[in-house]
């Protein structure tokens, strides 16, 4: 097992999954700039390694991330950027989203802001029971930032994401498990262990090909008029009877053993 901390983020790889922790003592895990990229440059360093097939996305102690360090925002508040200034911090922020290995967030307690934004991107998200959530942004004179008023209605539908944008009210893990954002309420001591065993399964089971092309086809084919997202689907689905995966899909089924898939190409 190798790990590391940089910037408030710890990363450490053990088999075939990779567990980023959002470690920061005193600040509850809140986020400044260099700890955004170190997030975004880790994920994009476990979707590189050829060994990592799935990560998980947690917070150390009692908070998964509250959002922006708040000591951040007095410095934009009382020196604002200029407009058009080509910031790309969205690109670190929404980083689940776009790297090919599946993103599991296991949110262990508060989770607004950024951090919010953060558990949306992951692919699947687990959350203690208890947990709190709250997209936090109308309630700091901020807007829906980051891509959340396209990310959370996807999720949770139109009526329900423009209450939570809209009010920035604090709700639960249950709740958020009833609005569809979270798949599993976990006990807290059980969180960690869930959400590795979950990702262990995806790195074990699935094929690394697959799920990055799936991942790729959630953000492409969503937009598209059903025929045409069907014949995209249906050409990928062509170009995969040639892969090497299918041929080990068929053979582990028939011999009754986990397969052997290949790693997905670098990207």
């Given at each position: 097992m190798t790990e590391s901390t940089?910037?408030?983020?710890?990363?450490?790889a053990d088999g075939p999954v990779a567990t980023l922790t959002f470690d920061k003592p005193g600040r509850s895990n809140a986020m400044d700039v260099p700890m955004q990229a170190r997030y975004g440059s880790a994920l994009r360093q476990a979707d590189a390694d050829p060994a990592v097939r799935a990560v998980v996305v947690t917070g150390a102690g009692k908070a998964f991330c509250p959002g922006a360090?708040?000591?951040?925002?007095?410095?934009?508040s009382a020196a604002p950027p200029a407009s058009g200034g080509g910031h790309e911090n969205w690109r670190d922020v929404l980083a689940a989203a776009a790297v090919g290995v599946p993103v599991v967030a296991a949110v262990n307690g508060g989770?607004?802001?950024?951090?919010?934004?953060?558990?949306?991107?992951?692919?699947?998200?687990?959350?203690?029971a208890g947990a709190k959530f709250t997209t936090a942004f109308a309630r700091r004179g901020l807007i829906a930032e980051y891509g959340i008023a396209k990310l959370l209605p996807e999720l949770v539908g139109q009526g329900r994401?423009?209450?939570?944008?809209?009010?920035?009210?604090?709700?639960?893990?249950?709740?958020?498990?009833a609005y569809g954002l979270v798949q599993e309420v976990v006990p807290p001591g059980e969180l960690?262990?869930?959400?590795?065993?979950?990702?262990?399964e995806l790195a074990t089971?699935?094929?690394?090909?697959?799920m990055a092309v799936m991942k790729a086809?959630?953000?492409?084919?969503a937009s598209l008029p059903l025929p045409e997202a069907a014949r995209e689907a249906t050409a990928l689905m062509i170009e995969s009877f040639a892969r090497p995966e299918l041929a080990e899909g068929l053979a582990s089924w028939n011999d009754r053993r986990p397969p052997r898939f290949p790693p997905h190409p670098a990207p």
């Open positions: 940089v910037d408030g983020v710890r990363y450490a360090d708040l000591g951040l925002l007095d410095d934009i989770c607004a802001g950024l951090g919010f934004v953060i558990a949306c991107s992951a692919d699947v998200r687990f959350a203690a994401a423009r209450d939570l944008l809209l009010s920035g009210r604090t709700f639960t893990a249950e709740q958020a498990f960690g262990l869930r959400a590795h065993a979950y990702a262990t089971y699935s094929a690394p090909r697959s086809q959630f953000s492409r084919e």
